[in-house]
């Protein structure tokens, strides 16, 4: 597709994402996605202020990108708001 970009991330020694746990399943993260993604790598105390900020968006399509990362299983939050970003792959 013209506004996704297909990545498989290898996990458990399996190939593919882990929406349904199934080998094979492939994970579609927008441009937008792939670059709070990433500035987390850089900086994985990074704040949601921080990253809207850096991409020139609003703080509410930031909560919004990080929600849809962390529901992919992608992202995980430890530790609150002093806390920092897990990027699981």
């Given at each position: 597709m013209e506004n996704?970009?297909?990545?498989v991330f290898?996990?458990?020694g399996q190939i593919g994402g882990q929406i349904s746990g199934q080998i094979g399943d492939s994970i579609y993260l927008t441009d937008r996605q792939k670059d709070i993604l990433d500035l987390i790598v850089q900086d994985n105390k990074i704040s949601r202020k921080k990253i809207a900020q850096v991409l020139d968006i609003n703080q509410s399509a930031v909560l919004k990108?990080?929600?849809t990362l962390k529901k992919k299983g992608i992202l995980i939050r430890v530790g609150g708001t002093r806390g920092y970003w897990e990027i699981n792959l």
């Open positions: 996704f970009t297909r990545m290898k996990k458990g990108h990080l929600d």
